[in-house]
């Protein structure tokens, strides 16, 4: 008999799976790449329309301006064709790598910014006063007012829209409404250096001096008694948005001189606010 027999044998031990992650070469930890960061109270505009559009802007301060190299000759020429007194105003190009450019992530939802080759630190513009703004109208006018539209996304389509279809101002709150950003100013394609953005305390306050002033305003509602077809008709016109998801606030609604209907197919519950803005000024046409 085999002296091991009967003997429970000890179980060897099994060899470590392989490592999916290898590490990198010459050892230690992947370095991460840093994008570059804006100068206190400044901002990151992305994308080629927004920083063209910033860099020919003479009321727009610009800080830094980051840009690959293909991209950086494009600047060199764009700001050769500004005035000299501008092109002395702005800063020089960084010359930066495209992945350093991919880190800068300054959307709150974590999103990269499309930045196309170039990125511009800019401050705030200096939004002007309603009184001022209304002093200087005459003959047939324009307006959006956005009753606190929170999305970025949407108030930049908005000016987008605003700039195209003939609108001389947009009009928001101080609260529950989105600061300038660089989500905002992609959304706005160039538009934010174009459209006067007017900020206010308080909209039926501002909806009252409009309405002194001689405009016409008027809510968008699913409800309204009036089509926006109507809207071609009135001479001095402000076209007020409500919020994502709410509406217009009831306040707003009874400082309203009408509420203007868009029809739509009764197998959609509602257009996108940007979307309605766009129809709606569609409809008013453009002024003179």
């Known amino acids: 008999m085999h002296p091991d027999r ?27 790449i840093a994008g570059p ?3 206190g109270g400044a901002y990151f ?8 559009a910033a860099l020919a802007n003479p009321e727009r301060r610009v800080a830094t301006i980051h840009a690959t190299s293909e991209a950086a000759a494009e600047l060199r020429d764009a700001i050769a064709a500004l005035p000299q007194e501008r092109q002395r105003e702005l800063p ?19 999103d990269k910014a499309v930045h196309q080759g170039m990125l511009a630190a800019v401050r705030p513009l200096e939004a002007p006063d309603l009184s001022d ?27 987008r829209s605003g700039l195209a279809l003939g609108a001389q101002a947009v009009i928001t709150t101080h609260r529950h409404a989105p600061e300038e950003s660089g989500l905002l100013a992609r959304a706005a394609a160039g538009a934010l250096e174009h459209l006067p953005m ?21 809510g968008l509602a699913a409800e309204g008694d009036m089509p926006v077809t109507g809207l071609a008709m009135i001479d001095r016109l ?29 197998h959609s519950e509602s257009l996108n606010v940007s979307v309605a803005a766009a129809i709606a000024l569609h409809a008013a046409g453009h002024p003179d």
């Open 133 to 159: 703004f209304l002093a200087g109208t005459k003959g047939r006018l324009r307006l959006m007012c956005l009753d606190q539209l929170s999305d970025p996304r949407n108030v930049g389509a908005i000016l």
């Open 37 to 39: 960061k804006p100068p």
């Open 92 to 110: 020089a190009t960084t010359e930066t790598e495209r992945r350093r450019l991919d880190a800068v992530q300054p959307a709150s939802d974590g």
């Open 238 to 266: 402000a076209i007020v948005m409500g919020g994502e998801g709410t509406g217009l606030r009831q306040l707003t609604r009874r400082h309203c001189d009408h509420l203007v209907r868009i029809a739509i197919s009764p």
């Open 45 to 52: 505009l992305w994308g080629r329309h927004a920083v063209l």
């Open 6 to 32: 009967g003997k429970k044998r000890p179980a060897r031990p099994r060899p470590k799976p392989a490592s999916r992650h290898r590490p990198p070469a010459g050892g230690g930890t992947p370095q991460r």
């Open 198 to 218: 007017i900020r206010v305390v308080n909209l039926a306050r501002a909806i009252e001096a409009m309405q002194a002033a001689d405009i016409t305003v008027v």
